[in-house]
Structure formats: structure tokens, C-alpha cells
């Protein structure tokens, strides 16, 4: 267990359905991040929250909405995707404003999500 | 752009050898990072090396860096099968404020077989 808790763990959506997934991190960490995992693809950091205020979105489609309602908490609301949208989502967190060679993030098991 | 890069893609060896992967990367870094995913699973971190080391050592693992040549390696001694998961380096880079970044690669496939 790294700390950080990911649900539901699995999710399969229509593409006209709306969900979302959720994050909690219970390190006191101040940052989250949402990554997107697809096979035989990087790592892709879609949205980076510092101290409950969003400070990077990295081209993300509009159908993918965040939100950070605290420090601890993480939600990524999903509405009318796409079948390439399926992959592992990501959660993790770490501490900012510590020495900045020593950052490391934590992350959560993933969601693995199935847009048919 | 993609930043690091594993090599090689897949690796697949027997218990009890060592298992190396090599990462290479673009730009000037803060620090680089190993971490181990387990198939289907989250993220873990391993190791972290600041680029004004060169060498740094924890239980099996022995990582490398060479910013010259902005290149690392990780290697795993004794490996076990439970070693068996994707190896990703992740390169650091911070230029002040909230800028901190990092870049993941697209991973090792590191087989160990009984």
C-alpha cells in the first residue's frame, strides 16, 4: 500500500454514460496528479492540482473534467468518451515545496477503465 | 517530446542473474527516478538519484548516471522472480515555482523466470 487509494478499481462506460473516478491520498501530500496509461504508450500527465489549485492541463479534451475539492481528495469526471479513452488511469501525489531534487511522487493502483 | 527512454523494451532472463536497463533522456535534469509497476497496478518508486551523483546503491538495486552522456542504468542484482514488472525511469526537471515535472518513459518488460 503506497498511501494512495483509487475507486472503483475497474469501470466499463457506454460512451453516453458520465462517471467518475476518485483519488484519496492519505500522506498529507499537497500535490495530486491524474496520468493516463495506455499500452505501449508513456506515462501521460493529463492534470496536475498544487495545493487544490490546478496548475497544468495538458491538452486534455473537455470530455475529461477535474476536480479538487481538498487537498486530499481527487476526483476525474468522465463524460461521452471515447473508445480510445480506454487505459489505466492514474492517481498519484506527492509534497511540493520541499528540496526540489528530492521530490518523488506516490502513486494508487489505478482505475482500468473500458469505454465500449 | 517524450523524454526518457528504456532500453531494452522487454528483457527476460533467469533467477539468480542480474538485469540491466538503461535509460537515456534529452534534456538537463534535477534528478532521475526509477520506479517498478507490477502488471495492472500503480506506480511504486525504487530510487532516486540528484544529478550531481553518479552512483547510488539500495538492497539489489545499483543505479548509474551519467549526465554527459544523459544516460542511466538500473541494475538488479540476484534478480528473483518477484522482480518479474515494468521498470520506468522518470526524468526531473524544476525551474522554479510549481514547475516541477516528471517525465515518465515507456518502461522496461523485465521477465524473470524460475
Known amino acids: 500500500e503506497t498511501g494512495v487509494t483509487q475507486t472503483p478499481r475497474h469501470l466499463v462506460m457506454g460512451m453516453t454514460n458520465k462517471k467518475s473516478l476518485k483519488c484519496e491520498q492519505h500522506?498529507?501530500?499537497?500535490?495530486m496528479y491524474w496520468y493516463k496509461q495506455s499500452a505501449k504508450k508513456p506515462l501521460e500527465l493529463m492534470f496536475v492540482y498544487n495545493f487544490k489549485e490546478q496548475t497544468e492541463n495538458n491538452s486534455v479534451p473537455s470530455r475529461f473534467s477535474p476536480e479538487c475539492p481538498n487537498s486530499s481528495h481527487l476526483f476525474l469526471h468522465l463524460h461521452t468518451l471515447q473508445p480510445e479513452d480506454s487505459a489505466l488511469y492514474l492517481c498519484?501525489?506527492?509534497?511540493?515545496?520541499?528540496?526540489?531534487?528530492?521530490?518523488?511522487?506516490?502513486f494508487g493502483p489505478g482505475t482500468r477503465l473500458l469505454v465500449l | 517530446s517524450q523524454q526518457g527512454e528504456e532500453d531494452p523494451q522487454a528483457l527476460s532472463i533467469q533467477e539468480g542473474e542480474n538485469a540491466t536497463m538503461n535509460c537515456s533522456y534529452k534534456t538537463s535534469i534535477n534528478n532521475l527516478q526509477w520506479y517498478r509497476q507490477n502488471s495492472g497496478r500503480g506506480l511504486v518508486h525504487l530510487i532516486l538519484i540528484r544529478s550531481n551523483e553518479r552512483e547510488k546503491h539500495s538492497g539489489r538495486l545499483r543505479v548509474t548516471l551519467d549526465t554527459s552522456k544523459k544516460s542511466s542504468s538500473l541494475l538488479i542484482t540476484a534478480s528473483r522472480a518477484a522482480d518479474t514488472a515494468s521498470y520506468f525511469c522518470a526524468t526531473a526537471t524544476y525551474s522554479g515555482g510549481s514547475n516541477y515535472k516528471l517525465t515518465f518513459g515507456k518502461g522496461t518488460l523485465l521477465t524473470v523466470n524460475p
Open positions: 498519484a501525489s506527492s509534497q511540493r515545496g520541499g528540496l526540489a531534487d528530492q521530490e518523488t511522487q506516490y
Open positions: 500522506l498529507g501530500h499537497n500535490a
